[in-house]
Antibody, heavy 115, light 110 residues
Framework: QVQLVQSGAEVKKPGSSVRVSCKAS????????INWVRQAPGQGLEWMGR????????NYAQKFQDRLRITADKSTNTAYMELTSLRSEDTAVYYC????????WGQGTMVTVSS | QSVLTQTPSTSGTPGQRVTISCSGN????????VNWYQQLPGTAPKLLIY???QRPSGVPDRFSGSKSGASASLAINGLQSDDEADYYC???????????FGTGTKVTVL
Protein backbone atom coordinates (compact mmCIF):
# COMPACT_ATOMS: atom_id res chain seq x y z
CA GLN A 1 0.00 0.00 0.00
CA VAL A 2 1.36 3.37 -1.03
CA GLN A 3 1.76 5.73 1.90
CA LEU A 4 3.72 8.66 3.26
CA VAL A 5 4.98 8.42 6.85
CA GLN A 6 6.16 11.56 8.61
CA SER A 7 8.44 12.12 11.58
CA GLY A 8 7.12 12.86 15.05
CA ALA A 9 6.01 16.00 16.80
CA GLU A 10 8.51 18.75 17.55
CA VAL A 11 8.70 21.56 20.11
CA LYS A 12 11.03 24.40 19.16
CA LYS A 13 12.16 27.74 20.52
CA PRO A 14 11.59 30.94 18.56
CA GLY A 15 14.48 31.62 16.21
CA SER A 16 15.45 27.96 15.87
CA SER A 17 14.88 25.58 12.94
CA VAL A 18 12.85 22.43 12.44
CA ARG A 19 13.29 19.57 10.02
CA VAL A 20 10.40 17.24 9.22
CA SER A 21 10.78 14.07 7.19
CA CYS A 22 8.34 12.28 4.90
CA LYS A 23 9.18 8.71 3.93
CA ALA A 24 7.41 7.14 0.98
CA SER A 25 6.67 3.46 0.60
CA UNK A 26 6.60 1.86 -2.80
CA UNK A 27 8.64 2.72 -5.86
CA UNK A 28 6.88 5.92 -6.89
CA UNK A 29 9.02 8.34 -4.93
CA UNK A 30 11.26 9.76 -7.62
CA UNK A 31 8.51 9.97 -10.18
CA UNK A 32 6.11 12.34 -8.45
CA UNK A 33 6.12 15.74 -6.86
CA ILE A 34 6.12 15.90 -3.06
CA ASN A 35 4.40 18.97 -1.62
CA TRP A 36 4.46 20.46 1.86
CA VAL A 37 1.31 22.00 3.30
CA ARG A 38 0.71 23.40 6.77
CA GLN A 39 -2.36 24.01 8.89
CA ALA A 40 -2.28 26.33 11.88
CA PRO A 41 -4.61 25.44 14.77
CA GLY A 42 -8.22 25.99 13.74
CA GLN A 43 -7.15 27.37 10.37
CA GLY A 44 -7.15 26.28 6.74
CA LEU A 45 -4.53 24.66 4.52
CA GLU A 46 -1.55 26.58 3.20
CA TRP A 47 0.80 25.34 0.47
CA MET A 48 4.45 25.95 1.28
CA GLY A 49 6.44 24.41 -1.53
CA ARG A 50 7.28 21.23 -3.43
CA UNK A 51 10.07 19.14 -4.85
CA UNK A 52 10.40 16.82 -7.83
CA UNK A 53 12.84 14.21 -6.51
CA UNK A 54 13.89 12.87 -9.88
CA UNK A 55 14.99 16.35 -10.97
CA UNK A 56 15.98 17.56 -7.50
CA UNK A 57 14.16 20.81 -8.24
CA UNK A 58 12.23 22.61 -5.52
CA ASN A 59 10.05 25.67 -5.67
CA TYR A 60 8.56 27.65 -2.82
CA ALA A 61 5.64 29.92 -2.07
CA GLN A 62 7.01 33.46 -1.98
CA LYS A 63 5.95 33.80 1.65
CA PHE A 64 8.47 31.13 2.68
CA GLN A 65 11.15 31.76 0.06
CA ASP A 66 13.75 33.06 2.53
CA ARG A 67 13.51 30.43 5.23
CA LEU A 68 12.22 27.18 3.71
CA ARG A 69 14.30 24.41 2.21
CA ILE A 70 12.82 21.23 0.72
CA THR A 71 15.10 18.36 -0.18
CA ALA A 72 14.79 14.73 -1.20
CA ASP A 73 16.95 11.66 -0.69
CA LYS A 74 16.18 9.21 -3.48
CA SER A 75 18.24 6.46 -1.84
CA THR A 76 15.84 6.35 1.14
CA ASN A 77 12.65 7.59 -0.56
CA THR A 78 12.48 10.44 1.93
CA ALA A 79 11.63 14.09 1.50
CA TYR A 80 12.57 16.75 4.03
CA MET A 81 11.15 20.15 4.92
CA GLU A 82 13.36 22.53 6.91
CA LEU A 83 11.94 25.80 8.18
CA THR A 84 14.29 28.29 9.81
CA SER A 85 13.89 31.40 11.99
CA LEU A 86 10.82 29.92 13.62
CA ARG A 87 8.25 32.17 15.25
CA SER A 88 5.08 31.46 17.19
CA GLU A 89 2.98 31.86 14.03
CA ASP A 90 4.72 28.77 12.59
CA THR A 91 2.96 26.57 15.15
CA ALA A 92 0.99 24.21 12.92
CA VAL A 93 0.54 20.69 11.64
CA TYR A 94 2.82 20.14 8.67
CA TYR A 95 1.79 17.66 5.97
CA CYS A 96 3.54 16.18 2.98
CA UNK A 97 1.36 15.19 0.03
CA UNK A 98 2.01 13.56 -3.32
CA UNK A 99 1.47 14.91 -6.81
CA UNK A 100 -0.23 18.09 -7.98
CA UNK A 101 -3.52 16.50 -7.00
CA UNK A 102 -2.33 15.80 -3.44
CA UNK A 103 -3.68 12.28 -3.82
CA UNK A 104 -1.81 10.79 -0.87
CA TRP A 105 -1.07 12.63 2.37
CA GLY A 106 1.24 11.94 5.27
CA GLN A 107 -0.30 11.71 8.72
CA GLY A 108 0.92 15.17 9.70
CA THR A 109 3.60 16.44 12.09
CA MET A 110 2.75 18.90 14.84
CA VAL A 111 5.36 21.62 15.25
CA THR A 112 4.98 23.85 18.30
CA VAL A 113 7.04 27.03 18.55
CA SER A 114 7.13 28.33 22.09
CA SER A 115 9.57 29.97 24.44
CA GLN B 1 -3.92 38.51 -3.04
CA SER B 2 -5.90 35.82 -4.77
CA VAL B 3 -8.21 33.90 -2.47
CA LEU B 4 -10.47 30.93 -3.07
CA THR B 5 -13.57 31.83 -1.11
CA GLN B 6 -15.86 29.22 0.40
CA THR B 7 -18.94 29.56 2.59
CA PRO B 8 -17.67 29.00 6.14
CA SER B 9 -20.32 26.46 7.06
CA THR B 10 -23.36 24.56 5.90
CA SER B 11 -25.56 21.87 7.35
CA GLY B 12 -28.15 19.29 6.41
CA THR B 13 -30.08 16.33 7.72
CA PRO B 14 -29.27 12.74 6.78
CA GLY B 15 -30.32 12.00 3.22
CA GLN B 16 -30.33 15.62 2.10
CA ARG B 17 -28.22 17.16 -0.63
CA VAL B 18 -25.76 19.91 0.24
CA THR B 19 -23.58 21.96 -2.06
CA ILE B 20 -20.38 23.82 -1.31
CA SER B 21 -19.20 26.64 -3.50
CA CYS B 22 -15.67 27.85 -4.22
CA SER B 23 -15.16 31.22 -5.84
CA GLY B 24 -11.89 32.29 -7.43
CA ASN B 25 -10.67 34.33 -10.37
CA UNK B 26 -8.89 34.06 -13.69
CA UNK B 27 -5.51 33.33 -12.12
CA UNK B 28 -6.75 30.18 -10.44
CA UNK B 29 -10.11 28.46 -11.06
CA UNK B 30 -10.79 30.41 -14.22
CA UNK B 31 -7.71 28.99 -15.87
CA UNK B 32 -7.02 25.70 -14.06
CA UNK B 33 -8.74 22.59 -12.79
CA VAL B 34 -10.17 22.21 -9.29
CA ASN B 35 -9.65 19.53 -6.66
CA TRP B 36 -11.68 18.95 -3.51
CA TYR B 37 -10.55 17.51 -0.18
CA GLN B 38 -12.37 16.16 2.85
CA GLN B 39 -10.78 16.56 6.26
CA LEU B 40 -12.34 14.57 9.08
CA PRO B 41 -11.65 15.90 12.59
CA GLY B 42 -8.08 15.28 13.68
CA THR B 43 -7.00 13.63 10.43
CA ALA B 44 -5.11 14.50 7.27
CA PRO B 45 -7.10 15.72 4.27
CA LYS B 46 -8.27 13.18 1.72
CA LEU B 47 -8.63 13.72 -2.02
CA LEU B 48 -12.32 13.65 -2.91
CA ILE B 49 -12.52 15.11 -6.45
CA TYR B 50 -9.77 15.94 -8.94
CA UNK B 51 -9.79 17.70 -12.32
CA UNK B 52 -13.12 19.37 -11.53
CA UNK B 53 -15.29 16.25 -11.53
CA GLN B 54 -13.22 13.06 -11.33
CA ARG B 55 -13.52 10.75 -8.33
CA PRO B 56 -10.54 8.70 -7.14
CA SER B 57 -11.10 5.02 -6.67
CA GLY B 58 -13.05 4.36 -3.48
CA VAL B 59 -14.84 7.70 -3.28
CA PRO B 60 -18.63 7.17 -3.34
CA ASP B 61 -20.57 8.61 -6.27
CA ARG B 62 -22.60 10.62 -3.74
CA PHE B 63 -19.81 13.15 -4.13
CA SER B 64 -19.68 15.15 -7.35
CA GLY B 65 -17.85 18.23 -8.56
CA SER B 66 -18.44 20.84 -11.20
CA LYS B 67 -16.85 24.01 -12.46
CA SER B 68 -18.15 27.02 -14.35
CA GLY B 69 -15.95 29.97 -15.18
CA ALA B 70 -14.08 31.04 -12.06
CA SER B 71 -16.27 29.09 -9.63
CA ALA B 72 -16.59 25.47 -8.64
CA SER B 73 -19.00 23.42 -6.58
CA LEU B 74 -18.98 20.20 -4.61
CA ALA B 75 -22.27 18.39 -4.11
CA ILE B 76 -22.93 15.74 -1.51
CA ASN B 77 -26.04 13.67 -2.18
CA GLY B 78 -27.63 11.46 0.44
CA LEU B 79 -25.82 13.18 3.29
CA GLN B 80 -24.52 10.79 5.98
CA SER B 81 -23.23 11.37 9.50
CA ASP B 82 -19.77 10.28 8.31
CA ASP B 83 -19.72 13.26 5.96
CA GLU B 84 -19.40 15.68 8.85
CA ALA B 85 -16.04 17.26 8.09
CA ASP B 86 -14.22 20.27 6.68
CA TYR B 87 -14.09 20.51 2.90
CA TYR B 88 -11.49 22.43 0.91
CA CYS B 89 -11.26 23.30 -2.75
CA UNK B 90 -7.88 23.88 -4.38
CA UNK B 91 -6.61 25.06 -7.74
CA UNK B 92 -3.29 25.99 -9.25
CA UNK B 93 -2.79 29.75 -8.98
CA UNK B 94 -0.71 31.37 -11.69
CA UNK B 95 0.10 34.36 -9.47
CA UNK B 96 1.30 32.11 -6.62
CA UNK B 97 3.03 29.73 -9.06
CA UNK B 98 1.65 27.00 -6.88
CA UNK B 99 -1.62 25.51 -5.65
CA UNK B 100 -3.99 27.62 -3.59
CA PHE B 101 -6.50 26.19 -1.14
CA GLY B 102 -9.95 27.51 -0.44
CA THR B 103 -10.90 28.96 2.92
CA GLY B 104 -12.74 25.76 3.87
CA THR B 105 -16.35 24.81 4.59
CA LYS B 106 -17.50 22.98 7.68
CA VAL B 107 -20.34 20.57 6.97
CA THR B 108 -22.53 19.64 9.92
CA VAL B 109 -25.00 16.77 9.81
CA LEU B 110 -27.97 17.64 11.98
Amino acid sequence: QVQLVQSGAEVKKPGSSVRVSCKASGDFFSTYTINWVRQAPGQGLEWMGRIIPTLDIANYAQKFQDRLRITADKSTNTAYMELTSLRSEDTAVYYCARKQTFDIWGQGTMVTVSS
Amino acid sequence: QSVLTQTPSTSGTPGQRVTISCSGNSSNIGNNTVNWYQQLPGTAPKLLIYRNNQRPSGVPDRFSGSKSGASASLAINGLQSDDEADYYCAAWDDSLNGPRFGTGTKVTVL
